[in-house]
């Protein structure tokens, strides 16, 4: 039987066909420095889970901030994943390939009125995030208009904003008790 949680779920996905038999993990970490011992923790869970369930893991470099990365921060990752015992072979990818995509997937949110762009302060969110045991406020920005908030992206994308100006975020729940689900921000 499982171990923990995380197997207890994957084996019930497999159990009920959830997953078509495939386990697939991901281990996404930043190129902009060095790891630590809890990247090598990550490394062994997600690299070891796809070993036990025959499947495969991902190492997908979250490279959306070029002016803090590097190259030679990308070889010493695959030179620790290596260490640890693991291949990553062929399934190393970049966040950065699919940006395009990225943006598509945004754009579609917006029109089908799941997220908006947000102009509040980094202050102001984290403010009308609320607390753990009070709800949060919506932004006042998040009733746009489908058009001003395709009108707002397209300016982001064409850098029209001062960085952190403005974000975009995923209208979800501002009540929600997990303050992850509080209209996280999702692209900016």
Not at 9 to 20: A, P, R
Not at 134 to 140: A, F, L, R, V
Request: contains cysteine; charged residues 30%; hydrophobic residues 30%.
């Amino acid at each position: 039987g499982a171990s923990n949680f995380i197997k207890t779920i994957i084996e019930e996905d497999l159990k009920t066909g959830k997953t078509n038999g495939r386990v697939l993990t991901r281990f996404p970490p930043e190129p902009n420095g060095y790891l630590h011992v809890g990247h090598a923790k990550s490394i062994c869970l997600q690299f070891g889970l796809a070993e036990q369930y025959k499947g495969i893991c991902n190492l997908r470099f979250d490279d959306t901030n070029p002016l803090t990365e590097d190259i030679e921060y990308v070889e010493s990752i695959i030179r620790d994943v290596k260490w640890l015992g693991f291949d990553p072979k062929e399934r190393i990818y970049y966040t950065s390939d699919y940006f395009q995509q990225l943006y598509d997937h945004a754009v579609t949110l917006i029109k089908n009125g799941d997220a908006y762009v947000d102009t509040s302060s980094e202050e102001e969110i984290r403010e009308k995030r609320g607390t753990v045991k009070t709800p949060g406020i919506p932004s006042e920005y998040r009733d746009r208009s489908v058009e001003e908030n395709l009108a707002l992206f397209e300016k982001m994308k064409e850098g029209g904003f001062k960085d952190g100006e403005a974000v975009l975020r995923a209208k979800i729940d501002m009540s929600s008790p997990n303050m992850l689900l509080r209209d996280p921000l999702i692209y900016r």
